[in-house]
């Protein structure tokens, strides 16, 4: 079996900060691709992050310059931080991890407001 189970979202001030965690379960990290995506009320679900197994990084031009992914193998859990946050970022966001299958958690929603 495998679990993917998202935390960190909540309600943020534009300019504000949230760290977003997914966690593993029957699943290794260190083996597999991993991305954040997001899907806004009434929009198509997009990509905002990948790390690749070697470490290397792709962020959405929306995104980039204000969030960072990374992984702790170690732990099995994949991080994104959010910084600079906009009205624009509220979505909720969801954790992937490839494999020949794709696997998805349930997702975290983060809202941006004043």
């Known amino acids: 079996q495998v679990q993917l189970v998202e935390s960190g979202g909540g309600l943020v001030q534009p300019g504000g900060s949230l760290r977003l965690s997914c966690a593993a379960s029957?699943?290794?990290?260190?083996?597999?691709?991993m991305g954040w995506y997001r899907q806004a009320p009434g929009k198509q679900r997009e990509l905002v992050a990948t790390i690749t197994t070697g470490g290397s990084t792709i962020y959405a031009d929306s995104v980039k310059g204000r969030f960072t992914i990374s992984r702790d193998n170690a732990k099995n859990t994949l991080y994104l931080q959010m910084n600079s946050l906009e009205v624009e970022d509220t979505a909720v966001y969801y954790c992937?991890?490839?494999?020949?299958?794709?696997?998805w958690g349930q997702g975290t929603q983060v809202t941006v407001s004043s």
């Open positions: 029957g699943i290794s990290f260190g083996f597999n691709a």
């Open positions: 992937k991890v490839q494999t020949p299958y794709t696997y």
